[in-house]
């Protein structure tokens, strides 16, 4: 107990003050690490992209003789909308950093898989598109999950990375 300014006794003591900001540290701490990785929903939304643009491949695949008719026409233009819906998903794929060492395995599995039948993996396509900004996330991608490697701890295999 300690007297304050007006002459009255308080009952917080110093001991009290410092417990009660570690159970604060402590549950902003434990929010933080519920919050969910956002690597997951960019992961979900490529596969959705995948998905339609080899729907969008395949219904374009037309025979010659079909290419002058409106079907032609209305395919090749949902082609073009899903391949510009795969890269901008693409890009936010290898620009998106994972929080979690579950996100980190995610994304690094992603990044090896096939994506069509001639380019090894997403990554070194990614490398091989006209476009900048994607050629570029994808040559800096693997330094920046390496920088986010060297800050995982050993202790907690499901928490944020860092933490």
């Not at 933080?32 to 929903?41: G, K, L, M, T």
């Not at 795969?86 to 890009?91: S, W």
């Amino acid at each position: 107990m300690t007297k304050n300014g007006n002459g009255t006794k308080s009952t917080i003591s110093r001991r009290s003050v410092f417990a009660g900001a570690a159970a604060t540290t402590c549950t902003i701490g434990m929010a933080e690490a519920r919050a969910p990785d956002p690597i997951f929903s960019v992961l979900e939304r490529f596969r959705i992209a995948q998905g339609s643009l080899f729907k969008a491949i395949k219904a374009a695949d037309l025979p010659r003789e079909q290419w002058l008719t409106p079907s032609f026409s209305e395919a090749q233009g949902n082609l073009k909308h899903a391949y510009a819906c795969f890269k901008e998903v693409r890009l936010e794929l290898l620009t998106t950093m994972p929080t979690t060492r579950a996100g980190l395995a995610s994304l690094l599995v992603q990044l090896g898989q096939a994506t069509n039948d001639i380019e090894p993996n997403v990554l070194v396509e990614a490398m091989c598109w006209d476009d900048e900004p994607t050629r570029e996330a994808a040559s800096t991608v693997l330094s920046r999950v390496a920088g986010l490697v060297l800050t995982i701890r050993m202790t907690d295999a499901k928490g944020p990375i860092g933490e």
